[in-house]
């Protein structure tokens, strides 16, 4: 019979083609950026000559037994069926293999989870679906921005081709210095999400009502992606972790240039503004933080996201739809925008819907939005 | 010993094969059935359905991933998907699958004429397409299936239509159907063992199954709580689960994991004991090491309750809890690796030969072993910490559900069919069946572990450009997959309607009672009377 044989033979084939490709195609981790990833990846590496050690040398017992302990070679079977010997061997060398990497690993777990005396305290806020960034202490305190995916509907519908950083690409991205420890609190608007930088090996659910941290420290400057990896949701696969490290003269250009960008853009909320205006900055506003659930069209995907065309909300009273998109809907992914968008900008998305799809129940200012915040 | 009062049973000989079913005909003899032989049918037939059902889903998220971009199901419809399909295979596909073989077997093996409680097994059985019905009514819900994946966290769950709801009501008749069954398997095989039949003289088959009801019975009820809280918090106001009300959404991960980690020893240990039938019957030689089986089963199901939160090492949990799991999960691998040992052991020195279920078996034993060390390698803190919710964790738990419970399903399928229906199935037909799943199974899952440490997390309708090739090769080998089923079914009606006669005793090496005291195939009633064991 030629089953095992055939067997053995693919099954090696198989094994050395895949991890051969693997390596060709640099298809392990990331490469590593930081000194936890990089001892991770050596665990990781151990671990698995370890394995491969143990798989091989299990199984070439039991592929010569195939081989040669066969009927068809007129094998007779012997009828042993115990030997304490043995199976004490084989349940002790186990044990002792398990205590030896034990050791190693133990190390790193304690390592990993020391998040004090941080050079710089970030807190990062998961909601559905795009990341918040909050610089708390530390050279940069002050400085807070969205970061939403970046990558055009256009790509991602296939009616435009698809660009080098799809779907890790964000219009504001995280900016850590080189060489400084920087600790991470997540925590969560709506659901669970997980914050994660492969290169770091630094990852952290983000739970609501709840504040965790992790920590890392940026070993080389660049750009290093990733996405959110706890499913939260319809557009769990489109809200992307970016993060850049940068030199401390950078870092610094950088928390200036903010500094100088919050100034400016601190509007005046009771400046009264024309409805296209408002209409205008409406729309790039829907198109960042709507349009997955209500749709371009409006139209939304019933029952869950309703529309936007034609709705009671949206037709109705002001006041009904300012407190619905500052403050959500309970157990819905509707977000409280609240603490997300300016007033303005509140004002110019509610202006937007509310003059689009045949919609014509007039503009918002955004006075008008500030008094309706608690 | 107690006997079951089967009313009807006088007016059936031995060996009379038709009329059974108490008088009814047609569809009422499988609805009123009592029998354990019918109800085992019934489970496997529903099984094989179930997993036809998911395996279509599996081959919609398939289609979706085979290229970058959104093409056939928008995020919602395709996270349904992956929820439906996770929750069909395990509870609707894989566990009735495996109660299916105990129903068959247990009362064979032990010589026992039937289950302990049977009308309860009648019910137990028909729990279960109430429950599939409202699985999957619950796409055609407004707002569809629950989008939250087969683990159900909140909060994400609260935010879910009426779906959510009916997927709760079916975990609950799932689970009630589970526990009457433990129940049952439980007083059948302490109770109705035939005399001489002594604990430590079972097929281990039936072994695995005497632990695993326990685990069933223990962690159910736990499942059924942490989905009654999700109900609650949806509709009554309840904040198990919101931080806003003083709960937590941690708390719903700790019941869940408590029950899921026993969980994947309830999909397991029967699989491990489907293979310790096998391969001693195709080795021609007796299990090595029977008794450290029966050890190294009870202590992978004792351990299996105290190893939960290594599901949970990225959602902050004190070092101290870290290291905890991560030395209590690594224990697993000791009693898990004598397993492996004995198996290869049974077979060394054997006088082996490659009929299609030693075949299965054997893949079983390969890959399996393969998914438990990349279940080590997962273990460890620091390395789950990159994988964890990557591809590396889909790809370990389908070489651990696949290759492990199913391809053991498919041995048992192939070495006990001529026992239930008296026919052969086709050989050639078998091994094609065999090569092909082998082939393809590996095509779909081995790739994913690259795309896992490359950093592809799972549970996303779309990706990043550098993960193509490695989806491409995934999607063909699944569809290879799905396609390759379709002969199993060929294969069984081929062999129920036209196969050749069985002999008495189609293969040399197996021993258990249902082969060495009953004809082949097996009558309706069997060991009415108790067999005699020396």
Not at chain 1, 82 to 107: D, G, Q, R, S
Not at chain 1, 186 to 214: C, E, M, N, Y
Not at chain 2, 58 to 79: H, V
Not at chain 2, 94 to 122: E, K, T, Y
Request: with cysteine; hydrophobic share 50%; charged share 15%.
């Amino acid at each position: 019979m030629r089953g095992p044989r055939l067997f053995s033979a693919l099954a090696g084939l198989a094994m050395l083609a895949a991890t051969g490709l693997a390596y060709a195609l640099e298809w392990n981790f990331q490469p590593a950026a930081s000194k936890m990833a990089a001892d991770i990846h050596w665990l990781h590496e151990a671990v698995m000559v370890l394995v491969t050690v143990i798989f091989v040398g299990v199984f070439a017992f039991m592929f010569y037994a195939c081989y040669a302990h066969r009927k068809s070679k007129g094998h007779q079977a012997a009828q042993f069926h115990e030997n304490t010997t043995v199976e004490i061997i084989w349940t002790i060398v186990p044990a002792i293999i398990l205590v030896v990497i034990a050791w190693p690993v133990t190390k790193v777990v304690i390592s990993q989870k020391d998040t004090s005396s941080p050079e710089l305290t970030v807190k990062v806020t998961g909601y559905q679906w795009k990341w918040g960034y909050e610089y708390l202490k530390g050279e940069g305190e002050g400085i807070s921005f969205i970061s939403t995916l970046s990558t055009p509907r256009d790509q991602i519908e296939g009616k435009a081709p698809k660009g080098e950083h799809y779907l890790l690409e964000v219009d504001n991205e995280m900016v850590v210095p080189v060489g400084k420890k920087v600790r991470v609190l997540t925590t969560a608007a709506d659901v669970v999400h997980s914050w994660w930088v492969p290169a770091f090996g630094a990852k952290q659910d983000a739970v609501p009502g709840f504040i965790r941290d992790l920590w890392f420290r940026a070993d080389k400057t660049g750009t290093f992606r990733s996405q959110c990896v706890e499913l939260c949701g319809k557009e769990h696969g489109f809200m992307p972790i970016v993060v850049r490290v940068v030199s401390a003269e950078d870092y610094s250009k950088w928390v200036g240039e903010q500094h100088k960008l919050a100034a400016a853009s601190a509007e005046d909320v009771n400046k009264t503004w024309t409805a296209p205006e408002l209409v205008a900055r409406g729309e790039k506003l829907y198109a960042a933080n709507c349009v997955a659930c209500h749709q371009p069209t409006g139209k939304g995907l019933p029952p869950a996201f309703p529309p936007l065309a034609g709705s009671k909300v949206v037709n109705g009273p002001k006041n009904a739809q300012v407190d619905l998109v500052l403050n959500g809907k309970p157990n819905t992914a509707m977000a409280a925008f609240g603490k997300q968008l300016t007033d303005t900008e509140l004002a110019a998305v509610i202006s937007f819907t509310r003059a689009s799809w045949g919609n014509k129940s007039g503009a918002v200012q955004p006075a008008e939005v500030k008094a309706r915040r608690k | 010993m107690s006997a079951v009062v089967d009313s009807h049973g006088h007016d059936h000989s031995h060996g009379h094969d038709h009329g059974h079913g108490g008088g009814y005909g047609g569809i009422m003899r499988w609805i009123t059935t009592t029998n354990h032989k019918d109800i085992g049918t019934l489970y496997l037939w529903f099984s094989f359905i179930m997993f036809m059902t998911g395996g279509a889903m599996a081959m919609a998220i398939r289609l979706e991933l085979f290229s970058p971009g959104l093409q056939f199901f928008n995020p919602d419809l395709f996270n349904q998907f992956t929820t439906m399909h996770g929750l069909i295979m395990v509870f609707g596909a894989i566990m009735p699958a495996f109660v299916g073989f105990a129903n068959w077997q247990i009362p064979m093996m032990i010589g026992a004429p039937d289950m302990a409680f049977a009308r309860l097994n009648n019910w137990s059985f028909w729990l279960l397409p109430f429950a599939a019905a409202l699985l999957v009514l619950s796409f055609f819900t407004p707002g569809g299936a629950p989008g939250v994946g087969w683990t159900l966290y909140a909060p994400l769950t609260v935010q879910m239509g009426v779906g959510m709801d009916l997927t709760i009501f079916a975990v609950h008749i799932l689970g009630m159907s589970s526990i009457l069954g433990s129940i049952n398997i439980i007083t059948t095989i302490l109770n109705m063992r035939a005399p001489g039949m002594t604990l430590m003289r079972m097929p281990l088959f039936v072994w695995t199954w005497l632990i695993t009801a326990y685990l069933l019975v223990a962690a159910m009820p736990v499942l059924a709580g942490a989905v009654t809280m999700t109900l609650t918090d949806r509709h009554f106001g309840t904040t198990f689960f919101n931080a806003a009300g003083g709960g937590d959404p941690v708390l719903y991960q700790h019941i869940f994991w408590f029950f899921g980690h026993p969980e994947v020893y309830i999909i397991a240990l029967p699989a491990f004991g489907v293979v310790s039938q096998v391969i001693p019957a195709f080795s021609r030689k007796p299990l090595f090491g029977y008794a450290s089986m029966v050890y190294a089963t009870s202590a992978i199901a004792i351990l299996s309750f105290i190893v939960w939160a290594h599901h949970m090492y990225t959602v902050g949990m004190p070092v101290t809890g870290q290291l905890f799991f991560m030395y209590a999960t690594t224990l697993i691998a000791v009693p898990t690796g004598v397993k492996v040992f004995n198996w290869v052991a049974t077979m060394w020195k054997g006088s082996l030969t490659f009929e299609t279920p030693m075949l299965f078996a054997i893949g079983f034993l390969f890959l399996f072993t393969l998914g438990g060390l990349t279940g080590l390698v997962l273990s460890l803190v620091p390395i789950d910490i990159q994988l964890h919710d990557t591809y590396y964790v889909v790809a370990h738990f389908h070489y651990v559900m696949v290759a492990g419970a199913l391809f053991a399903a498919f041995a048992g399928i192939y070495f006990w069919l001529p026992k239930w229906t008296g026919k052969m199935y086709d050989e050639t037909l078998g091994k094609w069946h065999f090569w092909l799943t082998m082939i393809f199974f590996n095509m779909i899952f081995f790739v994913q572990h690259f795309l896992g440490l490359a950093g592809m997390p799972r549970r996303i309708p779309d990706y990043p450009l550098q993960f193509e090739t490695w989806n491409k090769i995934s999607s063909i080998g699944a569809f290879g997959f799905g396609l390759s089923q379709l002969l199993l079914l060929y294969i069984v009606l081929k062999c129920i309607r036209s196969g050749e006669t069985a002999p008495q005793l189609p293969w040399e090496g197996a021993d258990s009672l249902e082969w060495t005291h009953l004809p082949t195939p097996a009558p309706y009633h069997t060991f009415e009377t108790p067999p005699v064991l020396k």
